[in-house]
């Protein structure tokens, strides 16, 4: 089989990696749950890509989401629920719908603001539909905050569902009450260490996370993007240090704490 620019072939080489007996046995394997965490895992790959302005590597990196796509959608129509086919339907459809603006007759231009709200109303529309086919008693459980998808970054979900919250006034007001919070759960962690309390300790560090989700909320800042930026930033300076000790014909398990801690500074105050 020879690479193509059609996704026929794609779909095809997937077909072949799931079929019973002469296909990968590794593939054969999966199922939607243990190909989930791949499929995050690519999303991932995709952002960091953009963010490095890599465009060769975003290339690459979009055919592995695409992939993953792929692979669900073929797990699908072996259950015979859905194909790839609708999977592209159900998205055509949708865009089409939330975008009427473009195709279909309106009269003036819309601003921006137009078309946010436009899709706002339209999701609203779609939602309404899909509860109205579920079942009466699961439709009645249906929570201000099960509009928020379970399956995305935890950082991310706690934005969500800080801001689902807000919209109906459950919210502080002022970035430093925020602050307040982020000191109260640090003191509650720091009880939860006096006492030993392992299960305290990982249940207050949740606290503490979803209260500095919070903070970010309230001075602008996304949270997952913060936390890329803090990442590249340790890399950076760690970076700095493994230089510095080689430069001195050292490593890193033969120096102290104290000296990588002065090498670390350095780096932070070249920056």
């Known amino acids: 089989m020879t690479p193509s620019r059609d996704i026929s072939g794609l779909l095809d080489i997937m077909a072949r990696l799931r079929t019973p007996g002469s296909g990968c046995p590794w593939d054969l394997e999966q199922d939607f749950s243990t190909i989930a965490p791949y499929t995050i895992e690519e999303a991932y790959e995709v952002a960091d890509a953009i963010a490095r302005d890599d465009l060769s590597d975003l290339r690459d990196e979009l055919g592995d989401l695409l992939l993953q796509v792929v692979f669900h959608a073929r797990m699908a129509e072996e259950q015979h629920a859905f194909s790839f086919g609708d999977v592209v339907e159900a998205i055509t459809r949708k865009m089409i719908r939330r975008h009427p603006h473009v195709f279909a007759d309106s009269r003036g231009r819309l601003t921006p603001s137009d ?151 350095e780096a932070k105050g070249g920056e």
């Not at 939602?127 to 579920?134: F, Q, T, W």
């Not at 962690?189 to 503490?208: K, Q, V």
């Not at 919070?214 to 493994?242: C, Q, S």
């Open 115 to 265: 078309v946010k709200g436009a899709w706002d109303r339209i999701k609203a529309e779609e939602k309404a539909e899909r509860a109205a086919r579920r079942p009466a008693e699961e439709t009645s459980r249906t929570s201000l905050l099960s509009s928020v998808k379970a399956g995305q970054p935890a950082l991310s979900r706690a934005m969500e569902l800080q801001r689902k919250a807000s919209g109906v006034g459950f919210d502080w007001n002022d970035p430093r009450a925020v602050l307040h919070k982020i000191r109260e759960e640090a003191d509650e962690i720091e009880a939860a260490l006096d006492r030993g309390d392992a299960e305290a300790l990982a249940d207050e560090t949740g606290d503490l996370l979803f209260a500095l989700v919070n903070l970010a909320r309230h001075v602008g800042a996304d949270p997952e993007t913060a936390l890329r930026g803090t990442n590249a930033k340790f890399e950076r300076r760690f970076a700095y240090i493994e230089r510095g000790l080689a430069a001195q014909g050292r490593s890193l398990e033969g120096a102290s704490l104290e000296e990588m801690d002065a090498l670390w500074n």
